[in-house]
């Protein structure tokens, strides 16, 4: 399967942002799309997946974040409210067509990456 984030941008604190993930090339429904995301000069971290084993979210993003899936239009979304410049981050989305509940977090449980989309929140 194919991913292609889109969405990011500039907002100020306290704004919202939706960005996406389009998937292509194999049954979409089948796969958990998790959500991770990266700082400059910080480590890869989950932020939020949804799946047949439902919906998980980091406990930072929780509340204020909310992922949601179109399976018909191939396409997951991740709905950004309140946010914070801690928030800013390139955003990626990945898929597992084989995911397990505890390994949901886990960004090496995902076999497929898209490239990334940059989200900026300045204060």
């Known amino acids: 399967v194919q991913l292609q984030a889109s969405g990011g941008g500039l907002v100020q604190a306290g704004g919202s942002l939706r960005v996406s993930c389009a998937a292509s090339?194999?049954?979409?429904?089948?796969?958990?799309i998790g959500w991770f995301r990266q700082a400059p000069g910080k480590e890869r971290e989950f932020v939020a997946a949804i799946g047949r084993h439902g919906t998980v979210y980091a406990d930072s993003v929780k509340v204020r974040f909310i992922t949601s899936r179109d399976n018909a239009a191939n396409i997951v979304r991740l709905q950004m409210n309140s946010l914070q410049p801690e928030d800013t981050a390139d955003y990626y989305c990945?898929?597992?067509?084989?995911?397990?509940?505890?390994?949901?977090?886990?960004?090496?449980?995902?076999?497929?990456w898209g490239q990334g989309t940059q989200v900026t929140v300045s204060s």
């Open positions: 090339g194999d049954t979409f429904s089948r796969y958990t």
């Open positions: 990945a898929a597992s067509s084989t995911m397990i509940l505890s390994s949901r977090r886990n960004a090496g449980a995902y076999s497929y």
